[in-house]
Each structure stands twice: as C-alpha cells, then as structure tokens.
C-alpha cells in the first residue's frame, strides 16, 4: 500500500500520495491540492517542485553523484564519445555497433547548412553575442527542415532531425566566430570525426592549415559529455515548458539556448575566467581574494564555487581537474589563470566559510580554463555549453512528447496586487 501524507488546513485534512523514484527519492503528489483544497504551492525558484517524472539522468547533491541513464558520468567521460552519449541520452541505450555507425553517418551527412542562411551570418552586428547568432540560426534551420511529426515515418524522421541538429550546431557555432573574425567559413570534412571536425571549422584557414591536437580532440569530447545533461535545470525546463505547448523541436531548442545565455546559467563559465583575470590584473593576494567573497558588503563575487543542486564537490568539476591537469602536463602549457585557480580552491576547501556552506567548485570552475587553452574565445564559452547540452535538450523534448500524461505546463501565483478598484477619469488622475 503506498504511503499518504497528511495536510491539515482549515479544520479539514487532506491525503497527499507519495511518489518513489528509482533512486529512492520522495515527493508529494500535489496533482489534486488544489481541486480538494483550493490552496496552492508557492515555491520561489522550484527549488522543492518536481515539475515532472524523468528517466534521462540521476543528481545526488549530496552525495556528489551524476547518472545519465544509469551510466555514471565519470565512465562516461572516460569511455565514451559524444556521438555515443548523445545517442544513450536521447533514445535511453547505449548505441550498437551499426547504430554507432548509422549515427556517425547521418552527423557527417548533415553537417551542412543551407546555402541561403550563410548570408544571416554576415549581416549580424560584429558585436552581436555568439549565443544572440546562435539561437537566431537555430530557429532559421527549422525553416528550411519539414516538420518530422508530418511525415509517415516519424521515428526515422525525428531521427534524422536529431542528427540534423546536433550536427548543425558546431556549424553553426563556428560559422558564427569566422563571421565574428572576418575569415571566410570553413566547411566541414567527411573523414573528420565530431570534435575534430569542429576544431577545424573554427581555426583552419587557406592561409593558416590547423591539425587539431588529438589530446584537445579528447579533452573537448570529455567537456561536452559532462555538459550534456542535468536533468531539470533552467534551460531544461523551458525546453519542456515551450515544448509543452506543441511548439516544434527548433522553436524549444532556440528558447532553451536562449535560457542559457544568462550570466547565471551557462554564462557562469565566462564569469569564472573574468573573475580569474581580474584577479590576475589587480595583483590580489588570494587572502584579499577570499575575504572580499566573504565580505557581503563588497560586490565582488567568486565565481565558480556553488552549485543549486551539489552540496558537495561536483563530479563534473572532477573530471575537467583531472583532465585538466593531463591536457597542461602533456601539452607543457602554462596558464597564469590555472595557477590562481587552484590556489582558489586550495584556499577554499580549507575555509571553514565555504565548508559551512558547502561552497565546493562546480563545473564551471575548470571549463573556461580548459576552453582557454584550446584557444575558444570568453565569448564563445557558454556556446559551446549548448552544443554540449543540446542531446539532453533534445532528451527531454522526447521525453515530455512522448509522454501520454504530458500537459501544457502553467504554473499557478498568489496575486499580491490591488483589489478591485474603480476606473479615475483622465481629468481626475
């Protein structure tokens, strides 16, 4: 027999099931509170409102775990490729062999980007932001793609719309910084695999021939798979809710990269390194550093340690340190702001301020750097974010449509605003 919890209100009680996940989480079905009640929830920022029932990935924050379909993020940044992660995200398996295969192949196959976009690219403002160019392409590619769910083969379409997309991004996202620099675009090459392909379309030129470094080939790979997926997070969440109203896959990829671009979401990468190289340039002490993040009164904040979710150090950050340190030692680069980073968190773990607060480093707090030392500009950090986390965007559009219970998402508020009042003619006010 399930369990019930009991809510007594207004001389009345009123039975709430309780829902078990398969990691032994609990909550409370509030599905009906506000039918027998008339009350409703209010919960600032969801932090305790499951807004739904997934089985794309798995976040302890306390314990410091991350799964995605049961698959722990550290095998998977060990073992796998991105194509392969994508594909565990999206359709719940890992691939086989010939699904691998037929994957890579439809990647390679849509790499390319209608002829008659490219000129969006040269008339954005030079200082128009990545992620502004991004979301504005993104939406356009569904133009000039057939709705999949028209046609008679819907699972072979959707398919092949998936791979689209997660092909087109790194297109487009390298398009967007040629644009940016003024070079001619670079096209993709069939013999290239994901990573590398992108690598080249970003810094290959006629003039300039780039071999891109296996070791960075790698490290970029590890950095996507750890960015693919968090189940619901801000971005997430708006994928599903624009998704929820029927709107098609391009219009809610185009309003979760949207979510994304904010300083508080995805643009916490970018944040770290301004942080680190403000702190390079002020010649700070790291003490001067850490009582200044510790004073409320002073305005500077340390970016990078924190998380919503983690109340221990995030897996994530794991491995981009472990992997960090193999990319600067094998490559024998030396980063300045590597150097302040460490001394960062060195100086926080041993902080009884942070530790009350369980303020550890989160992914965010090594993946600029990383990025740094593949030459990807500040600017383009939280686009390759969303390359990175579009197979979980895509995930979880799935999820959701695929879901028979699935409702237009509409959340309830308490109205603090004026009762009733009469209309003030003009010449009265």
């Not at 590597?338 to 989160?362: T, V």
């Not at 979880?396 to 695929?402: A, L, N, R, S, T």
Request: aromatic share 10%.
């Amino acid at each position: 027999m399930s369990e019930k919890a009991t809510l007594n209100y207004n001389g009345k009680s009123f039975e709430l099931p309780v829902v078990e996940g398969t990691e032994n989480e609990h909550g409370l079905d509030i599905s009906t509170l506000r039918k027998d009640s008339g009350l409703v929830t209010l919960d600032y920022g969801y932090l305790n409102t499951g807004s739904t029932k997934s089985a794309i990935t798995f976040v302890d924050g306390e314990k410091g775990i991350l799964r995605y379909r049961g698959y722990s993020i550290e095998d998977l940044a060990e073992k796998a490729t991105f194509p392969e992660t994508a594909w565990l995200l999206i359709y719940g398996e890992l691939p086989t062999q010939e699904q691998l295969g037929h994957f890579r192949t439809l990647l390679t196959e849509n790499a390319l980007l209608h002829e008659n976009l490219l000129h969006f690219f040269r008339e954005m403002p030079p200082s128009a932001h990545p992620m502004g160019i991004l979301s504005s392409i993104v939406n356009a590619v569904g133009l000039f793609t057939p709705r999949f769910y028209d046609d008679e083969n819907i699972a072979s379409a959707f398919e092949l719309t998936t791979a689209g997309l997660i092909s087109k991004i790194r297109t487009i996202a390298a398009f967007a910084y040629k644009a940016s620099i003024g070079e001619p675009f670079v096209y993709p090459e069939a013999e290239r695999s994901y990573c590398s392909n992108f690598l080249n379309m970003m810094f290959s030129s006629k003039a300039r021939p780039y071999h891109p470094d296996p070791i960075m080939e790698r490290a970029l790979n590890t950095l996507l798979i750890v960015h693919a997926d968090h189940e619901q997070n801000c971005s997430t969440s708006t994928v599903r809710m624009v998704g929820s109203s029927q709107a098609n896959l391009y219009a809610s990829i185009c309003a979760g990269i949207c979510a994304l671009w904010g300083p508080l979401h995805g643009g916490a990468n970018q944040a770290v390194l301004e942080t680190l190289l403000r702190i390079q340039q002020s010649g700070m002490t790291i003490e001067q550093v850490m009582d200044k993040a510790k004073d409320k009164k002073d305005p500077f904040r340390l970016s990078g340690f924190g998380h919503r979710v983690y109340k221990s150090y995030d897996p994530r950050a794991k491995v981009l340190k472990k992997l960090m340190y193999q990319v600067f030692e094998r490559e024998h680069v030396h980063d300045p702001l590597l150097d302040i980073a460490i001394k960062l968190e060195e100086a926080a773990l041993k902080d009884d301020y942070f530790i009350a607060r369980k303020l550890y480093p989160n992914v965010d707090f090594y993946s600029g750097i990383l990025y740094r030392a593949m030459g990807i500009p500040t600017n383009m950090l939280t686009v390759m974010f969303a390359i990175g986390r579009l197979p979980g965007w895509i995930a979880h559009w799935k999820e959701m449509h695929d879901d028979p219970n699935s409702k237009i998402n509409r959340p309830r508020q308490i109205y603090t605003g004026y009762t009733e009042r009469p209309w003030i003619d003009r010449d009265k006010r």
